[in-house]
T-cell receptor, first 113, second 114 residues
Framework: DAKTTQPPSMDCAEGRAANLPCNHSTISGNEYVYWYRQIHSQGPQYIIHGLKNNETNEMASLIITEDRKSSTLILPHATLRDTAVYYC??????????????FGKGTHLIIQP | DSGVTQTPKHLITATGQRVTLRCSPRSGDLSVYWYQQSLDQGLQFLIQYYNGEERAKGNILERFSAQQFPDLHSELNLSSLELGDSALYFC?????????????FGQGTRLTVV
């Protein structure tokens, strides 16, 4: 699986957009980028995923660079409930070999009131 | 609510003992995954089952075993427990193995070995 690099922590003011970066320079052409988050020891929660194009859903937007070597998760209007550890994962459930998620350390996002 | 149910929520047991953790996947999901999360290791993939068959193994110790039953629920058995086995254990399910689909996680079982 391609590895990812994320900043260990970030702060964001409540109501502002939170932009979480992820580097995945070794990603291959058929690998997807997934984002999950974990709120204080709860089970991880799926946020969004994408391959090449930018994606948006009710929770967030995912911007993937043209060379696919990095991506940014955007929470448009962060609330206190968005405080969590955010994981960027590449090559989730590829169908070959082990299908288990490979979690890194993630980014601890703290929303400040 | 993810639709994945794990029991029990909390478990305290002594070293050397054996415990069983249970997971009921989301309705219609055929694949189940087990993960361990300890303070110093982060989330570690243990094992995956699909429709009753073992599909993939991760960092699972020989003292640990799992199975998936015909009704698709899964059990993770931990034996000869050590203090270092204290952790959160999560179960996740997906509709199919592989593919590009999201995983749904349960709320976990917190195991404390004393």
């Amino acid at each position: 699986d391609a590895k990812t690099t994320q900043p260990p922590s970030m702060d964001c003011a409540e109501g502002r957009a939170a932009n979480l970066p992820c580097n995945h320079s070794t990603i291959s052409g058929n690998e997807y980028v997934y984002w999950y988050r974990q709120i204080h020891s709860q089970g991880p929660q799926y946020i969004i995923h994408g391959l090449k194009n930018n994606e948006t859903n009710e929770m967030a937007s995912l911007i993937i660079t043209e060379d696919r070597k990095s991506s940014t998760l955007i929470l448009p209007h962060a609330t206190l409930r968005d405080t969590a550890v955010y994981y960027c994962i590449v090559n989730l459930f590829s169908g070959g070999g082990a299908d288990g998620l490979t979690f890194g350390k993630g980014t601890h996002l703290i929303i400040q009131p | 609510d993810s639709g994945v149910t794990q029991t029990p929520k909390h478990l305290i047991t002594a070293t050397g003992q054996r415990v069983t953790l249970r997971c009921s996947p989301r309705s219609g999901d055929l694949s189940v995954y087990w993960y361990q999360q300890s303070l110093d290791q982060g989330l570690q993939f243990l094992i995956q089952y699909y429709n009753g068959e073992e599909r993939a193994k991760g960092n699972i110790l020989e003292r640990f075993s799992a199975q998936q039953f015909p009704d698709l629920h899964s059990e993770l058995n931990l034996s000869s427990l050590e203090l270092g086995d204290s952790a959160l254990y999560f179960c996740a399910s997906t509709r199919i193995p592989g593919g590009r689909t999201e995983a749904f996680f349960g709320q976990g079982t917190r195991l404390t070995v004393v």
